[in-house]
């Protein structure tokens, strides 16, 4: 096998610089990576600053209005004659508002989530493929453990150890601390698992049989030689487990553990709009839905583009 | 190969404890099952009395004691709602849960498959950027709801599918088939769409991914120069060497479509141990919680354990 | 060969209409037992009306009739005496006689039941001969055989050969997946969680005016699913049908809705006896809620109107008080809710000292009653109008009592199905104050206490006189108004749905009675 790994002789400003360049250039060449990328950025921005887009405050409970309760997109309430670009739910909840508030907890419990069980995954995969043997051994059953329990368990246990311990002023904010706590810590073993195995494989490789020849501490080898190599199975990982993190979050809300009805997330708020699915009250359940699918479709495609071209060996 | 089997066997029957354990801190939390165990008209003694009749007044330690020393011997105890032994319930249900993974597994894969070799041979024709882009719209949804938009569509708008359970059952011995009917086959499609489509779309991609790396490497290279067919050189050479991930991740789902079943259930009223467990949890049925644990971590340890032995059996440098 | 074809084809069309005439229903969850003293909840009760029978049973507008016994009377102030039916026979082909009543009352007492509270005031039940047979009580009891129409009676004989004289609970015996009852059903599979399957009994003492030749029973615990199921054909009727569904199915030329007012009442409690807020930043600040005011400011900033006409869709009707308009000894004349009035809310705060509100904790279920979180919710809303900051803790039923009974809210949200049908049941349970010697106020979990009220209970317990026991039952409701101890919200609505060819009765108890359906 002959690799060519080279990169470790230039210096990382300008490796880093070519890189980005590099990046770019492909960038400007993918409609559907400049797409998913607007995108992207177009929900990320507005969930940051749906304070000052959204029309109302959903998650100000005194300035709902039970009467504008189910009134669909673009038509007056027969009550209150209010109206409402993409029309309320079930409590009188300017759906547009919602779904902005409601990203922002999404994206932030499936950012966090995701950061969580990728940093547990990636360090535990490298240290347990590296060392092998006994540490191997110990990690490994640890992710067996981990696996054996299905997430909405996780987030149960979490939830009830958790509530013992909250004062209860903190109640609310607890449970989305839960909520990443319990997607990040079912995530890590896949991480984990996927940098094990190629671990396994490239420290029989060349190039880490040379760096450890020339002295280099394990801690180098592990962070600047394999990591590296392994991020494409990371990448494929990374991109599916953040729109699965939003989404795992929705069907915790199903199964009744989700973040608080005064302030959904776009997961709770399909939860809510599956109720509706055959009353006719579409709206709560389609919009919320589709800035979801929208969401993650981009995440997912920008994650696949993104991993193409960082691929230096499909250039 | 023995001692490395022996050490997992070990090490497996370590986690078993170790999962028991930390389901049983677990039950501390869930509830209290004696409120769902009596009318509204039980007074406090009733319940003092019940929770001394269910061993819910010992102290953690003897509870744990008592249930490890009953589950060495098979005995998982009796389910509270149910007033039946767990391990009875467990073996009725288990059939139709095993089943529904099997259909949704081989249908995961075998699409899987043929879907991401297809896209990695066909990687910038517009069917294999359709047939990317479309899976994806399966993982960016949350189970839940395709199954209920399934149930809508197929159910009740076309009429062409049971909505809810198993059809007709035909009992084979112990065992409950839905194979054998042709109720039990429809009432088994929209379940395992449901259920297989994410693991679909992830093995599709995986496989997809590694083709391409595999493709692009020297020796196919070597083996184009030498003149061999693609589909050659696509099914013998690429596709051997994608299966190392594909088989980890592939029996990483396995056991994941399990634990997914749960959800899945939960939309079909589908009659497995998913449904039970999900009863359960809302009944605090403690010694079913325990028993589905305990067996969905003895399947995952087994699956892992084959996993490892295959990793060994198809990378020959693994073998250390 | 021919002749074994023509057997199959024979034995396919003697099969044909059997299966054809199945009627399929489905509800939320399984009747967890087929033991009828071994579980006492609607799901258990509501099935096994149709296969066991008690000595009176309710017509299809709640009123008592004669069932195993053909008619009763009061003896004297003592107790009650029972006619028994003659000529019943059970499922087994077993006869009914006094005997099994005596055994039923007995089985239905011992701790290991979970009726014997209905049974709180007997002291002794005698046979008088095969066909009579009395029920002594302790004091007065004029209500008994309305608390008695879910009694049901089991055979001696059948019940000791199968070695189920003793009620399970934790374990099983015969008789949680067997029944032999006299009633017009009889179990011919039992699956638990599955399916459950009945058939006509062929011996049963009335008249049948069902047509029903086997009916299968399946829990479908999705809401959606089990709308998508009566929608596709797959069941004929399921209950319940989500509140937002009625208006789409009512629609709809194949299926139908059933609707009409349920026994439970929905309410908040307070913490009434807790010194101090135990939630929010408010936690550890005096309690406001001992004042009667503030609890009567809740009751006029939360509009009612509005959650039965939103959240509920009409399906639900305002309440005044603890039980139903359709429960026995509800008072007529204290019908009026206190009137959605946010400046008499507002001033009532000022007036107890809290002019700039306060902040505290609400528990809710999230899967108890109908659109429970969506309700409180809306009260969140309604009483942030008034400047009370409330923080919404809404959680599966199973972690919730134990979350109540511990204390740990300022206020709650409670659902009372009285199952006595009678106004006396909720005082005793909710209003005294608590005394688990007397078995008073066991869900009382707020503490409420008011010496008057507990006063009355023995009075309204033992008054023969209905129009007396009517003034002292208004008594007890007027206090609790005045001091707003509970703030009475709606009752809940029933709803049914069926295919269109289905005729059925829907009983204020929300129990499917199979032999009220027609299919056409």
Redesign the interface.
């Known amino acids: 096998m002959t690799h060519s790994h080279n990169d470790t002789d230039t210096t990382p400003s300008r490796l880093s610089r070519a890189w980005h360049s590099d990046l770019a250039w492909k960038f400007r060449h993918s409609p559907i990576a400049m797409l998913s990328m607007s995108v992207t950025v177009l929900l990320v921005l507005s969930a940051i600053f749906a304070p000052l887009i959204a029309p109302h405050n959903p998650f100000?409970?005194?300035s709902?209005n039970?009467?504008n309760?189910?009134t669909p997109p673009l038509t007056p309430n027969a009550f209150t004659t209010d109206t409402f670009i993409l029309g309320t739910d079930?409590?009188?909840r300017d759906i547009f508002s919602t779904i902005l508030y409601g990203m922002r907890i999404s994206l932030f419990v499936g950012f966090a989530a995701v950061s969580l069980g990728m940093i547990i995954g990636i360090t535990l995969g490298l240290i347990s493929g590296y060392f092998g043997g006994i540490v191997d051994a110990v990690i490994m059953r640890i992710a067996d453990i981990q696996l054996t329990f299905p997430s909405i368990l996780v987030a149960m246990l979490i939830f009830g150890v958790a509530k013992g311990f909250t004062?209860?002023?903190y109640?609310?904010e607890m449970a989305i601390w839960v909520l990443i706590i319990a997607i990040g810590l079912s995530d890590w073993v896949q991480f984990a698992r996927v940098v094990r195995g190629a671990t396994l494989v490239e420290k029989h490789k060349e190039y880490v049989q040379a760096a450890r020849l020339i002295g280099r501490s394990a801690t180098a080898i592990i962070f600047s030689h394999i990591l590296r190599n392994v991020m494409s199975p990371v990448l494929v990982i990374a991109t599916i487990s953040l729109a699965l993190a939003i989404i795992a979050e929705a069907t915790l809300s199903f199964l009744?553990v989700g973040a608080?009805?005064?302030q959904p997330s776009l997961g709770t708020l399909i939860r809510i709009g599956?109720?509706?699915?055959?009353?006719?009250?579409w709206w709560i359940l389609f919009f919320p839905a589709a800035t979801l699918l929208m969401l993650a479709l981009a995440v997912n495609l920008m994650g696949d583009w993104l991993r193409d071209a960082l691929n230096p060996k499909l250039k | 190969m023995v001692s490395f089997l022996i050490r997992r066997v070990l090490q497996a029957g370590l986690v078993l404890l170790v999962v028991g354990l930390v389901a049983f801190s677990m039950f501390n939390f869930?509830?209290?099952p004696i409120?769902?165990?009596?009318?509204?008209?039980?007074?406090?003694?009733?319940i003092d009395?019940?929770r001394a009749?269910?061993g819910l007044d010992q102290p953690f330690v003897i509870q744990y004691w008592t249930f490890l020393t009953n589950a060495a011997e098979g005995n998982f105890g009796?389910s509270?709602?149910?007033?039946?032994p767990v391990s009875e319930?467990i073996a009725e249900r288990a059939p139709a849960t095993l089943e529904l993974a099997t259909v949704s597994a081989l249908f995961a894969m075998s699409m899987g498959v043929i879907l991401g070799i297809f896209t990695a041979i066909r990687r910038k024709g517009v069917l294999a950027h359709v047939i990317m882009s479309a899976s994806l719209i399966g993982v960016s949804l949350p189970t839940f709801l395709i199954g209920?938009l399934l149930?809508?569509l197929f159910?009740?708008e076309l009429?062409w599918l049971?909505?809810?359970?198993r059809g007709e059952v035909t009992q084979v011995g112990a065992w409950s088939t839905g194979f054998l009917t042709s109720s039990g086959l429809k009432a088994l499609v929209l379940p395992s769409i449901t259920l297989g489509l994410f693991q679909m779309t992830l093995i599709m991609r995986l496989v997809r991914s590694e083709m391409l790396e595999v493709l692009r490497q020297d020796y196919i290279r070597f083996a184009r120069a030498r003149g061999l067919s693609e589909r050659t050189i696509n099914f013998r050479h690429a596709l051997r060497n994608t299966l190392v991930p594909v088989i980890t991740v592939t029996g990483l789902q396995l056991g994941s479509i399990i634990a997914f079943a749960i959800i899945t259930e939960?939309?079909?009223?589908w009659?497995g141990v998913g449904?039970?467990f999900?009863?359960a949890?809302?009944?605090?049925d403690i010694p079913v919680m325990a028993a589905y644990l305990m067996l969905i971590s003895v399947m995952f340890v087994t699956i892992n354990l084959i996993v490892d032995i295959l990793y060994v059996a198809i990378d020959p440098r693994l073998r250390t | 060969m021919r002749r074994i074809i023509s057997a199959t084809v024979v034995a396919l069309l003697a099969a044909q209409p059997v299966s054809a005439e199945t009627f399929r229903w489905a509800g939320k969850t399984d009747p967890?037992?087929m033991d009828p003293h071994a579980?006492?909840?609607a799901p258990v009760l509501g099935f096994l009306n149709n296969v066991y029978e008690g000595l009176m049973r309710r017509d299809q507008n709640m009123q008592i009739e004669g069932a195993l016994a053909t008619h009763w009377e009061p003896i004297g102030s003592e107790g009650w005496r029972f006619h028994l039916r003659e000529g019943v026979t059970f499922q087994n082909g077993s006869p009914f006689t006094a005997a099994d009543v005596l055994f039923s009352y007995k089985r239905a007492t011992l701790?290991q039941s979970?009726?014997a509270?209905?049974f709180a005031s007997v002291a002794d039940v005698k046979i008088i001969d095969d066909y009579t047979v009395e029920f002594h009580t302790v004091a007065p009891n004029p209500i008994f055989p309305d608390t008695i129409t879910n009694f049901m009676i089991m055979d001696q004989e059948w019940t000791e050969a199968n070695d189920a004289a003793v009620p399970?609970?934790?374990?099983?015996n015969y008789a949680?997946r067997h029944a032999n009852g006299t009633g017009a059903f009889k179990v011919v599979d039992r699956q638990?969680?599955?399916k459950t399957v009945v058939e006509p009994f062929a011996d049963w003492w009335d008249e049948a005016t069902h047509n029903i030749t086997r009916a299968e029973y399946?829990?479908?615990?999705?809401?959606?699913?089990?709308?998508?199921?009566l929608?596709?054909?797959?069941v004929d009727m399921i209950n319940p049908v989500?509140t937002?569904?009625v208006?789409?199915?009512s629609h709809n030329a194949d299926v139908k809705v059933l609707e009409d007012i349920e026994a439970r009442v929905i309410m908040f409690g307070f913490s009434n006896q807790a010194d101090t807020l135990?939630?929010?930043?408010d936690?550890g600040e005096p309690n406001p809620f001992k004042d009667p005011r503030v609890r009567m400011a809740v009751n006029h900033a939360i509009?009612v109107d509005?959650?039965v006409?939103?959240?509920m869709r009409g399906s639900a009707q305002p309440v005044s008080q603890l039980v139903s308009p359709a429960m026995r000894g509800y008072s007529e004349k204290l019908a009026d809710r206190p009137a959605y009035d946010l400046d008499k809310a507002r001033a009532l705060l000022a007036e107890a000292g809290y002019a700039d509100g306060f902040s505290f904790?609400l528990k809710c279920p999230?899967?108890r009653y109908i659109?429970d979180?969506?309700v409180c919710?809306?009260a969140?809303?309604?009483l942030?109008?008034i400047g009370l900051d409330?923080?919404?803790?809404?959680?599966?039923?199973?972690?919730y009592?134990?979350e109540l009974?511990a204390g740990?809210f300022d206020m709650y949200m409670l659902g009372w199905s009285p199952?006595s049908f009678d106004a006396e049941h909720p005082i005793r349970?909710l209003v005294t104050t608590p005394d688990?010697e007397k078995?008073l106020g066991?869900?009382n979990f707020g503490g409420f206490s008011n010496d008057k009220i507990d006063a009355l209970l023995p009075q309204i317990q033992s008054e023969i006189d209905d129009t007396k026991r009517q003034a002292l039952l208004d008594d007890s409701v007027k206090i609790l108004q005045d001091e707003a101890g509970y703030v009475p919200m709606y009752v809940q609505a029933l709803l049914w749905g069926a295919r269109e060819n289905v005729d059925l009765v829907q009983r204020a108890d929300n129990f499917f009675i199979l032999r009220w359906v027609t299919v056409n």
């Open positions: 100000d409970p005194g709902l039970l009467m309760g189910f079930d409590q009188g004062p209860p002023q109640r609310d009744g608080p009805p005064t599956q109720g509706f699915l055959f009353s006719g009250e | 869930v509830g209290d409120d769902n165990m009596l009318g509204q008209e039980r007074t406090q003694a009733d009395r019940l009749q269910l009796v509270y709602r149910q007033g039946r319930i209920i149930i809508y159910s009740v009429d049971p909505s809810f359970g939960t939309v079909f009223q009659p449904l039970l999900i009863n949890v809302q009944f605090v | 967890q037992t579980v006492n909840s701790p979970d009726v509270s209905w399970a609970k934790d374990a099983e949680t638990p969680d599955l399946t829990p479908i615990q999705n809401p959606a699913t089990a709308v998508a199921a929608l596709s054909g797959e989500p937002q569904d208006a789409r199915l135990k939630y929010t930043d936690a509009n509005a959650i006409q939103t959240i904790g999230n899967n659109n979180e969506a919710q809306a969140v809303g309604m942030a109008q409330v923080e919404l803790e809404a959680m599966p039923v199973s972690n009592w134990g009974r740990n199952g349970f688990p078995k066991s869900w």
